[in-house]
């Protein structure tokens, strides 16, 4: 799977911890989604300028899906997933990009520098 925007200046990669006390499969349960056809296998969101944002449920459908290909879909609701409900799914949640010039997608970060008020 690949993120997708208008011009690709950053790219990178993402990893959460699911919250203790729920999962992707209870979300949809709780938003009445039909699980026995739709089966929940990752998360997404879209932010932009202005505060604007989208999250949605990565799902294989089932129905779709043949025993040499998963149809995996996109689903959002009508009634759109807040960005607090979105991350109150996650215990952690980290995103990492960086520019696509330079080769920086395969650098690995060696450490940590934070800078005081002070020091700005």
């Not at 879209?46 to 129905?63: A, L, P």
């Not at 979105?86 to 990492?96: A, D, H, T």
């Not at 696509?100 to 997608?105: C, E, F, R, S, V």
């Amino acid at each position: 799977m690949k993120a997708n925007v208008q011009h690709h200046d950053f790219f990178g990669a993402a990893a959460a911890d699911i919250s203790d006390n729920t999962d992707l499969q209870k979300f949809l349960e709780s938003k009445k989604v039909d699980t026995t056809r739709y089966e929940a296998v990752g998360a997404g969101f879209y932010g932009g300028h202005e505060g604007s944002f989208s999250g949605f449920i990565i799902c294989k459908d089932k129905q779709k899906s043949t025993e040499d290909r998963d149809h995996i879909i996109r689903l959002s609701f009508e009634e759109a997933i807040t960005k607090d409900e979105f991350f109150s799914l996650f215990k952690r949640f980290e995103v990492l990009i960086a520019s696509k010039d330079g080769g920086y997608g395969i650098a690995e970060v060696n450490g940590e520098l934070v800078i005081s008020r002070d020091e700005a």
